[in-house]
């Protein structure tokens, strides 16, 4: 448990950093520190998370030993989430995990580094910002593939209503729920992605749609991706509020712990 102690900042260069006081400073430092780059844009996106969870440790006048679990927790996290994918219940769970090995005194199983109030703050700043924001994360994260779709028109000029049936089979009843919540994720980015097109007349003439359908097929699709952009974000509303749920679950397990 104490692992995370001292494990990316050494007792020295945390004292160095609390007394920096420019936040250039700061995020220079972080930027050598870990090999970052400014022109990349997941760099980028990682110093952020890097800069802005340290300086709310500093906020909250948090010590040095504290900042350096604070922040190997939200590194560790965001790296194991990112790198295998992780749906997000599956990386608060290893989020949560860790932030308890640190806040129960078990030697050796655990260190009670971080009290009570610490611990409802770390979960509520750590649901506001990044697990608030985690379907981007993944979305930022996640290797791009380039989608094209094309309309086939028959001679009846008609769209099927639905996909005919055998098209797709479906999903084993025995799908681990793990991976179900991974493909749902999946799904979601890609609406997310698609979410951020909208389909433009231009590019229905140069897909070769007829003209006297143009004007139908064009309101179809924009509408569609509304559509998908509302369900997107009233799914990432909806995970929010599951997300304050284990929050209140994981402080529940923290009084019953400590009394």
């Known amino acids: 448990a104490s692992a995370l102690l001292w494990k990316d900042f050494s007792v020295q260069q945390m004292e160095k950093y609390i007394v920096m006081k420019d936040p250039a400073l700061r995020m220079s430092t972080l930027v050598s520190m870990f090999g970052l780059s400014d022109k990349v844009e997941r760099d ?9 969870t340290l300086q709310f440790g500093l906020d909250k006048g948090f010590t040095a030993d504290k ?3 604070l922040f190997s927790i939200m590194k560790s996290t965001h790296e194991s989430s990112m790198g295998k994918f992780w749906p997000a219940r599956r ?10 090995q640190h806040s129960v005194q078990r030697p050796p199983y655990s260190i009670g580094l971080f009290s009570l109030q610490d611990v409802k703050a770390i979960t509520d700043h750590a649901a506001t ?35 005919p049936p055998g098209f797709m089979q479906p999903l084993s009843a025995a799908e681990d729920e793990d991976e179900k919540l991974k493909r749902e994720e999946e799904a979601a980015i890609a609406q997310l992605s698609a979410a951020h097109a909208e389909v433009s007349m231009e590019e229905l003439v140069a897909a070769g749609v007829p003209e006297d359908i143009r004007e139908q097929v064009l309101t179809k699709v924009n509408t569609k991706l509304v559509d998908m952009q509302t369900s997107m974000e009233t799914k990432l509303e909806t995970e929010n509020q599951e997300m304050k749920a284990r929050i209140a679950e994981l402080e529940k397990m923290l009084r019953n712990k400590d009394g």
């Open 91 to 100: 990386s608060f769970e290893f989020f949560r995990d860790l932030l308890l």
């Open 67 to 69: 900042l350096s679990v």
């Open 129 to 163: 910002g990044y697990f608030r924001h985690y379907m981007l994360y993944k979305y930022a994260f996640t290797k791009k593939t380039e989608m094209r779709f094309s309309t086939v028109f028959t001679h009846t000029m008609s769209v099927p209503e639905s996909v």
């Open 44 to 52: 980028q996106i990682t110093l952020d998370l890097y800069f802005y």
